[in-house]
T-cell receptor
Framework: SQTIHQWPATLVQPVGSPLSLECTVEGTSNPNLYWYRQAAGRGLQLLFYSVGIGQISSEVPQNLSASRPQDRQFILSSKKLLLSDSGFYLC??????????FGQGTRLTVV | KQEVTQIPAALSVPEGENLVLNCSFTDSAIYNLQWFRQDPGKGLTSLLLIQSSQREQTSGRLNASLDKSSGRSTLYIAASQPGDSATYLCAALMDSNYQLIWGAGTKLIIKP
C-alpha cells in the first residue's frame, strides 16, 4: 500500500535559521508531489508542486524553495526563516487521477 | 483560473441532525473532486473521491455528489455525531495540469 512520511512533526526555529522539511512516499512511482502551507484558521496554500525529479513549480514568491532529488522524495527548504513562515506544512501526493494523500504535517513555529 | 468555494465557512449543529456541506468550482474541466477531513493540528484524511464521470459516492454516513455542469459538489452527513466535528475541505483535480485546487474549508461543530 502507498504511504507518505513527513517529518518532523513539530519544529521551533529562530528567525534567520535554515529549514529543511522532508517528505517521502512509498508504494508508488512517479507521483505528483505537493507542499502546502496552512496558516492558523485559513485554507491550504499551494507552495510547490512537482511532476518529476528535478521539476519544481512555485506557486507563490517567498523565501522558501523545494527540491526533488529522488522520485519519491520532496524537500522544502529555506536559507533564512522569517516569522511569517510559521504555519502548518503539509506534503501530499497523487498519481494521475487517483486520490490525493497527505502526510501528517509539520507544525513550524518561528520565534 | 479555477476557483473553489466552500459554503458555509463554519457550521454548528446539534447532534443527530443531517447536514449538507457545499463546494462549488468555476471550471468544470476536472478529473475528480475529493472531500477531506482535517482535525485540529492534524493532516488531511481523504473521505470520498468522485471521478468526473460519476454522480455520487457513499461511505457509511457520508454521501458526496458531483454535478459538473453546474460546478457543484455536496457532502451529506447523516445523523451527525460529535466525532464528526472537524474542518471539511474539497479539492478539484484539474485535467489540464493535474493540480489540486482547494476550497478554504467548512469548520463543522457538532454539539452533544
Amino acid at each position: 500500500s502507498q504511504t507518505i512520511h513527513q517529518w518532523p512533526a513539530t519544529l521551533v526555529q529562530p528567525v534567520g535559521s535554515p529549514l529543511s522539511l522532508e517528505c517521502t512516499v512509498e508504494g508508488t512511482s512517479n507521483p505528483n508531489l505537493y507542499w502546502y502551507r496552512q496558516a492558523a484558521g485559513r485554507g491550504l496554500q499551494l507552495l510547490f508542486y512537482s511532476v518529476g525529479i528535478g521539476q519544481i513549480s512555485s506557486e507563490v514568491p517567498q523565501n522558501l524553495s523545494a527540491s526533488r532529488p529522488q522520485d519519491r522524495q520532496f524537500i522544502l527548504s529555506s536559507k533564512k526563516l522569517l516569522l511569517s513562515d510559521s504555519g502548518f506544512y503539509l506534503c501530499a501526493w497523487h498519481r494521475g487521477e487517483t486520490e490525493a494523500f497527505f502526510g501528517q504535517g509539520t507544525r513550524l513555529t518561528v520565534v | 483560473k479555477q476557483e473553489v468555494t466552500q459554503i458555509p465557512a463554519a457550521l454548528s449543529v446539534p447532534e443527530g441532525e443531517n447536514l449538507v456541506l457545499n463546494c462549488s468550482f468555476t471550471d468544470s474541466a476536472i478529473y475528480n473532486l475529493q472531500w477531506f477531513r482535517q482535525d485540529p493540528g492534524k493532516g488531511l484524511t481523504s473521505l470520498l473521491l468522485i471521478q468526473s464521470s460519476q454522480r455520487e459516492q457513499t461511505s457509511g454516513r457520508l454521501n458526496a455528489s458531483l454535478d459538473k455542469s453546474s460546478g457543484r459538489s455536496t457532502l451529506y452527513i447523516a445523523a451527525s455525531q460529535p466525532g464528526d466535528s472537524a474542518t471539511y475541505l474539497c479539492a478539484a483535480l484539474m485535467d489540464s495540469n493535474y493540480q489540486l485546487i482547494w476550497g478554504a474549508g467548512t469548520k463543522l461543530i457538532i454539539k452533544p
